[in-house]
């Protein structure tokens, strides 16, 4: 089956434009019915980002859950992970986090979670779509089994002492100067609130949400901001998350930024130390730098590369136990805690690590130092460029010259009409002229 509306996070789209109150309403109704099994009240769980959109989807998702006999918990702005973490502790059937994750304000999103909190398979996500486009007036809910909705209290602080609770209770930040960037986002509140809480002097942006300035010149995606910060305020690190705070990026006490795979690195290492590894081994994407890899294997452990995209990171962590994965744009999945990436709860590790080491962030969260990586992007109006003789060529040749030292990765978007190729090797020179080649062969047919 074609996949028309979800993609690899749920449905996202210009907020009134793709993403619109009929689209909300008729996912409210599909999503209840296909969750709903025996003859208890069921409910929903739905959350948001701070987004002017919001509004809108969440009244038209209470009207599409409720018209097919679903009860709806309203939380109102809190981050992604809250969110499968409480359908899951509050037994809800489904939850639904109302956001865009990264994009800018005029973008908007439904992302789904079952029960058991981790977001919806695709075949589940295939139930849904095939309701999407069905006449479902003869399964609306009876006059007397309609829905009601209620917004909740309590939830962001459920979500602070679950956070806190990833720690022991004997660590704390006192001491440390933290500036934390909330991109005017889903976590502006909780995220400052649980630092404080711990013990640590809290300088606080990107926490004055107005709709529209969600992930604007702020966050995991605009570091400048938090670079300034804090060199300005002379703090130990700085903290970015993004508009729904599942994903993070660090700043050290010089201002440079720490990515992904510097995280996943500190945090793997401390995890082998104490015994906590369930694996030997951390689960990332193709896009993490072969430094990782290497350094990782120094350590007697593996790197386990999948697709881009934090699903299949997770997908592969359930399917072969592994408790630590993530992406070098900071989406770390910590599975002893979360069903998804939790940007915050990937922070309060490394914050731990910090606080133990009695050392500077610069030198405890270079593990590595990277390789060269030169990635570039090229347009093409149709067809299927990759499938080129000349192009094919050109990759093979590119290969054998960046030989085992070395990595090309070339792949379609899943979402534009783009070719992204990427390569990886200890001579940036040579990267940067094989990635060349490709492009140039890539040109020929693209247009």
Not at 189 to 194: F, L, R
Not at 412 to 429: A, C, L, N
Request: aromatic letters at 4%; charged letters at 25%; one cysteine or more.
């Amino acid at each position: 089956m074609v996949r028309r509306y979800f993609g690899t996070d749920g449905i996202r789209g210009r907020a009134n434009k793709v993403i619109t109150p009929e689209l909300a309403l008729k996912v409210g109704q599909a999503a209840g019915l296909v969750f709903k099994n025996g003859e208890h009240r069921h409910r929903v769980l739905i959350g948001k980002d701070t987004r002017l959109s919001g509004y809108m989807i969440e009244t038209a998702l209470v009207a599409g859950f409720t018209s097919v006999g679903m009860d709806v918990l309203l939380t109102g702005p809190i981050p992604t992970p809250a969110v499968g973490m409480l359908a899951r502790s509050m037994r809800a059937d489904l939850g639904v986090m109302i956001s865009a994750s990264h994009n800018p304000f005029d973008d908007n999103g439904i992302k789904l979670f079952g029960p058991d909190g981790f977001k919806l398979s695709d075949e589940v996500e295939a139930k849904i779509e095939k309701l999407l486009d069905a006449d479902l007036s003869k399964r609306l809910a009876k006059s007397e089994d309609l829905g009601r909705a209620k917004r909740i209290d309590g939830v962001q602080d459920r979500y602070i002492e679950f956070a806190k609770h990833t720690l022991p209770k004997s660590v704390s930040f006192e001491g440390l100067r933290i500036v934390i960037d909330c991109a005017n986002g889903a976590a502006y509140k909780v995220a400052p609130g649980a630092l404080w809480e711990m013990g640590a002097d809290v300088i606080a942006i990107g926490v004055d949400p107005d709709g529209m300035n969600i992930n604007k010149d702020c966050g995991s995606t605009d570091l400048a901001a938090i670079a300034h910060k804090v060199r300005e305020m002379r703090a130990d690190i700085g903290i970015a998350l993004d508009g729904d705070a599942d994903r993070v990026m660090i700043v050290d006490e010089r201002g440079h930024v720490v990515d992904g795979d510097q995280l996943l690195a500190v945090i793997a290492e401390s995890w082998k130390e104490d015994g906590r590894l369930q694996r030997p081994g951390v689960v990332a994407t193709v896009m993490s730098n072969l430094g990782l890899e290497r350094h990782l294997r120094g350590l007697g452990l593996e790197l386990i590369r999948t697709p881009v995209g934090d699903r299949y990171v997770l997908e592969h962590m359930r399917a072969h136990g592994y408790n630590i994965g993530g992406e070098p744009s900071g989406h770390i999945i910590l599975s002893d805690y979360t069903t998804t990436g939790d940007g915050f709860v990937a922070a309060l590790q490394l914050l731990a690590v910090i606080k133990r080491s009695n050392k500077p962030v610069s030198e405890v969260c270079h593990r590595f130092e990277p390789l060269p990586q030169v990635l570039k992007n090229i347009r093409y109006q149709k067809g299927k460029p990759l499938e080129n003789a000349g192009v094919r060529s050109a990759i093979a040749s590119a290969e054998k010259k960046l030989g085992r030292g070395g990595r090309l990765i070339v792949r379609p978007s899943g979402t534009e009409p783009v070719i992204r190729v990427m390569g990886e090797g200890d001579d940036k020179i040579l990267v940067e002229a094989v990635v060349d080649d490709v492009i140039e062969a890539l040109s020929l047919v693209a247009a």
